[in-house]
């Protein structure tokens, strides 16, 4: 199973993407950490492709999707978040953008994951792909 992230945005209140099926239909939303050169907790990580594993999380205390293999980082969890204070490095799931308390936000995150979740079934493992759309526009 692969998946596609193509961000297409990114400042100051979020790095926003649509994360795209294996089969290229767009899915889910997701909101990141603005680019701060992969620094743990306050950065999106690098474009790439990854093995994601699903993992129990101490801090969720569920089994969640965890990002594997990211260059000097541990922990980049997929979950449920709304905006950049939700996060600290890893990746949440939405189903709509929005506003929330003035900042960039994506919306029904607990219905995304649940559904992101139940796509992936009972698979354990699974590849991501992050791509910036910018840096396409770019050549």
Request: glycine share 10%.
């Amino acid at each position: 199973m692969k998946f596609k992230l193509i961000r297409t945005t990114t400042g100051p209140g979020g790095t926003f993407g649509i994360l795209h099926h294996e089969d290229g239909a767009p899915f889910l939303l997701t909101c990141e950490l603005p680019w701060k050169d992969n620094q743990a907790q306050v950065s999106c990580i690098p474009a790439g492709v990854y093995q994601v594993q699903m993992q129990f999380s101490p801090h969720f205390q569920r089994t969640l999707p965890h990002v594997l293999n990211v260059p000097g980082r541990e922990a980049v969890e997929m979950h449920a978040g709304n905006t950049i204070r939700d996060i600290k490095g890893c990746i949440a799931l939405g189903a709509q953008f929005g506003i929330l308390a003035g900042l960039p936000a994506v919306v029904l995150s607990q219905d995304a994951l649940k559904a992101f979740l139940g796509n992936i079934g009972g698979e354990k493992e699974f590849t991501l792909e992050v791509v910036n759309a910018w840096e396409k526009a770019a050549e």
